[in-house]
């Protein structure tokens, strides 16, 4: 049987505020180590994998360099100490935003984004401290919590905020992301009616075109609105072997220029240009290289073409979304390295 990632309850430091109910995290601890046991008694789930404690509220920490006065990494730190490392991951949530009270200029603010980055270093530097060596997930996560942003979390706007969260957990080492949610609220992949929503094509084209090797390209995103990542691009995407793919997004009002030069010589370049109908950011309309993005007929996938060219110089204009695969025998995404 495939393996099941199994949790064990939802957010517990946060059952008091919603449930007046509190979870002792060392009862939690022990519960999860008595159910690793349990699966392990059936041949079917004895393999399977234990996730948690799925805690939330970390963004309300902004503790860096002392993140042990965390409430919710002390919280954290005593399931573990209780459950005897039967975790195979550690996972925590994670949303920007409230979705009652989000608004557009916050879906496209950049120190919105630098939050999570401000995040993931306090998690970081808690697993050091605490010596936690399980890998960590996030759990559940999106742009806003509440079921999302009416008209924003489900537009074309959230794939800046939902771009930036993947390339930024792959480069702190974060091999599982979980969205909220693939179906209903307004931060879904596809609404009520099964049509997909903006960030639907944003992840079948990173599902497509980015690998889990990452790269450094030297850029510090950090107050930007402009980002940029950069990855191995997965073998079945790539021309050639060792082609990179670097995605990212503008935000900005003025056209953001990379130079790959440093490459050597013109590169061919497979362009994927995702852009809001009618330059409009709240829009649930895509463009794919200026084509509508929609299901068939028969509601398989469509076909998603890249714009081919050969050059140095990649151009991102304001409002864009972009993935380029560089097809260039690049030492780093070799087989041979």
Partial sequence: MSNIAWQLGNEPNSLRHTLNFTMDPHQLGKDFWRLKRLLKK????ENNTLVGPDVNGLRKCNLKENPMRCHALKYLKKVLNSSGGVLDAVTWHHYYLNGRTATLDQFTDPAVLDTLEDILDMVKNFTKQAQVFQPLWLGETSSAYGGGAHGLSNRFVAGYNWLDKLGMTARYGYQVVIRQSFYHGCYALIGEDLEPFPDFWLSALYKKLVGPTVLTLGIDNR??????????????????????????????????????????????????????????????????????????DNRAMPPMEPVKSRTTMLYISPGEVVFWVIHSKTGACSSGK
């Fill in 42 to 45: 059936f041949p079917m789930f």
């Fill in 223 to 296: 107050g930007k609105s402009t980002r940029l990542y950069a990855h191995c691009t997965p073998e079945e995407a790539a021309r050639d072997e060792g082609s990179v793919t670097v995605f990212g997004f503008n935000m900005g009002n003025t056209t953001s220029v990379l130079d790959m030069g440093v490459m050597g010589g013109e590169l061919d370049i497979d362009a994927y240009i995702l852009t809001p109908q009618g330059g409009n950011l709240t829009s649930e309309v895509v463009l794919l290289n200026d084509k509508a993005l929609q299901l068939l």
